[in-house]
T-cell receptor
Framework: GAGVSQSPSNKVTEKGKDVELRCDPI?????LYWYRQSLGQGLEFLIY????????KSGLPSDRFSAERTGGSVSTLTIQRTQQEDSAVYLC????????????FGPGTRLTVT | AQSVTQLGSHVSVSEGALVLLRCNYS??????LFWYVQYPNQGLQLLLK??????LVKGINGFEAEFKKSETSFHLTKPSAHMSDAAEYFC????????????FGTGTSLTVIP
């Protein structure tokens, strides 16, 4: 079946602009995660959605970052007033929903802020 | 709280040699442990996982890992390296009490020398 998809695959934006990154999870997966991967770094947790529960936003680095998940499916990560340090690959993953299940990752969106 | 330490950010092995990638975890409760592989410009793909039961876990592409509670380790091994194994490898931990949050190591880049 279809895996996790993300769009766009690449995004170049000017400093100060807002960007939206989209994630389409695997159908039926109740959990959705966003991570940030900077060059040479591991995965930095950003935010986690589980069903209809309030999202876990504990990893968002600043109030310029926000995310929503509509209808328990598609998610959008928004970065306002982008800064050069926001340049990274943003990965989305979905999961059937419990801690024992693996996450299925999308290919990522490479964001470059100039 | 949970955390993961991957010793060695870069590992080089000769083709045909043993691959050993180290992962140590910290968890206050029984952990769920995962190894993921990331090929260039791709998302992460699950290699194997440990949840309960047999402590020696076999995964795809000939990889295996052994959960050693006394050593808090989950090292990844493969008897004979292949050129196609060159990639970034991530160890991750989760647990029932983490609210389904996953904690990733900083990754180990594996180079296979012909």
């Amino acid at each position: 079946g279809a895996g996790v998809s993300q769009s766009p695959s690449n995004k170049v934006t000017e400093k100060g602009k807002d960007v939206e990154l989209r994630c389409d999870p695997i159908s039926g997966h109740t959990a959705l995660y966003w991570y940030r991967q900077s060059l040479g770094q591991g995965l930095e947790f950003l935010i986690y959605f589980q069903g209809n529960s309030a999202p876990d936003k504990s990893g968002l680095p600043s109030d310029r970052f926000s995310a929503e998940r509509t209808g328990g499916s598609v998610s959008t990560l928004t970065i306002q007033r982008t800064q050069q340090e926001d340049s990274a690959v943003y990965l989305c993953a979905s999961s059937p929903g419990t801690a024992s299940y693996e996450q299925y990752f999308g290919p990522g969106t490479r964001l470059t802020v100039t | 709280a949970q955390s993961v330490t991957q010793l060695g950010s870069h590992v080089s092995v000769s083709e045909g040699a043993l691959v050993l990638l180290r992962c140590n975890y910290s968890s206050s409760v029984p952990p769920y442990l995962f190894w993921y592989v990331q090929y260039p410009n791709q998302g992460l793909q699950l290699l194997l996982k440990y949840t309960t039961g047999a402590t020696l876990v076999k995964g795809i592409n000939g990889f295996e890992a052994e959960f050693k509670k006394s050593e808090t380790s989950f090292h990844l091994t493969k008897p004979s390296a292949h050129m196609s194994d060159a990639a970034e490898y991530f160890c991750a931990v989760s647990a029932r009490n983490t609210g389904n949050q996953f904690y990733f190591g900083t990754g180990t880049s594996l180079t296979v020398i012909p």
